[in-house]
């Protein structure tokens, strides 16, 4: 979509010129597909991981049976938003007729393949903050329920970690609604820093603020995975501030936009399907240990 600013003056061409910078951007051929085949390989992972988690759930012993039932309820959630982000970003962009694309191709002497046509349908990418409003605590949630700590002890945590969770996305939110390219693009810095305090604060709950209950674990090897699953959760949680700040680097139109799904998507991965898998490791070591470990963990009848 192409805005003619030529001859306005005053808000209107500043209206115009903001438009202008913030239209949905052309996009070839090899982008839209990158997009195409990220996302769509990103909702196969959420969805095979539902299955996977769930089907496993009769070999758990019960007191760690809810850690697996929301590792795989983050992972069913997630795949219905990458489903609607799939099918938005499908919708948002049309291939060129193909005597178009020959004559397209003919006009530039054969050195560019025929872009993607934009079909008037915008792209939505709010589904993934909808997505993070809700998986997101889960995700802390399943971490603790590893953990070896007393009934008040995760009441307080959940609580803490899933406000400071809830919080981190609803101060990211408004700043990712500012494209690259926008005039008022450093607001979206603004948003960035809000967003950080709580963000902050979760990374440190789950390094320095777990010690305490890592420590209680007796097991040494299950000891070692739980600070594994943290570790993954710390380190694929570190690239989502990286990937918010690419169009202030730089990055602008289709580039922001496929750098900033490519990432976000391999983000979510490790965060959602990878570190759900250590849970699962957990929580199978854990039952393999049988019911004396369970009563240890706080359970009687084991």
């Known amino acids: 979509m192409e805005f003619d600013c030529t001859g306005l003056k005053g808000d209107e061409l500043a209206n ?42 009769s ?18 959630i997630a795949a219905y938003h990458y489903f609607r982000i799939f099918n938005s970003w ?14 397209y191709i ?19 990418d709010a589904y993934r903050y909808m997505d993070w409003f809700l998986t997101v605590p889960l995700l802390l949630l399943e971490i603790l329920f590893v953990m070896k700590m007393d009934a008040d002890e995760m009441v307080s945590k959940a609580w803490k970690l899933g406000v400071s969770s809830a919080l981190m ?25 809000f967003s950080m305090c709580p963000f902050i604060y979760v990374i440190y709950s789950l390094s320095c603020g777990a010690r305490a209950a890592l420590n209680r674990e007796d097991d040494p090897v299950i000891r070692s995975k739980i600070n594994t699953a943290c570790i993954m959760t710390i380190v694929s949680w570190l690239t989502y501030p ?20 490519v990432g976000y998507t391999i983000s979510d991965i490790i965060s959602k399907c990878g ?5 699962y490791k957990v929580t199978l070591a854990k039952s393999e240990r049988g019911g004396a470990y369970a009563k240890m963990d706080g359970v009687d009848d084991a």
């Open 169 to 193: 996305i609803i101060a990211g939110y408004p700043g990712e609604m500012i494209p690259a390219g926008a005039p008022n693009i450093m607001i979206r810095l603004a948003f960035w820093a």
């Open 90 to 103: 499908v919708t948002a962009y049309e291939s060129m007729p193909a005597k178009d694309c020959q004559e």
């Open 275 to 279: 570190v759900g898998l250590f849970i």
């Open 59 to 76: 070999d758990i012993h019960k007191r760690y049976r809810t850690a697996l039932v929301i590792t795989g309820m983050v992972t069913f």
């Open 242 to 261: 990286v990937v918010y700040i690419l169009p202030l680097v730089g990055l602008k139109g289709a580039n922001a936009i496929v750098g900033i799904q």
């Open 16 to 57: 115009c010129n903001y438009f202008k910078a913030t239209a949905q951007p052309e996009m070839t051929k090899q982008k839209f597909e990158l997009v195409y085949d990220v996302t769509s390989f990103g909702l196969a992972c959420m969805m095979a991981s539902t299955l996977f988690f769930w089907l496993r759930l």
């Open 106 to 124: 003919i006009n530039h002497k054969y050195e560019s393949d025929c872009p993607m046509l934009i079909s008037g349908v915008p792209f939505n």
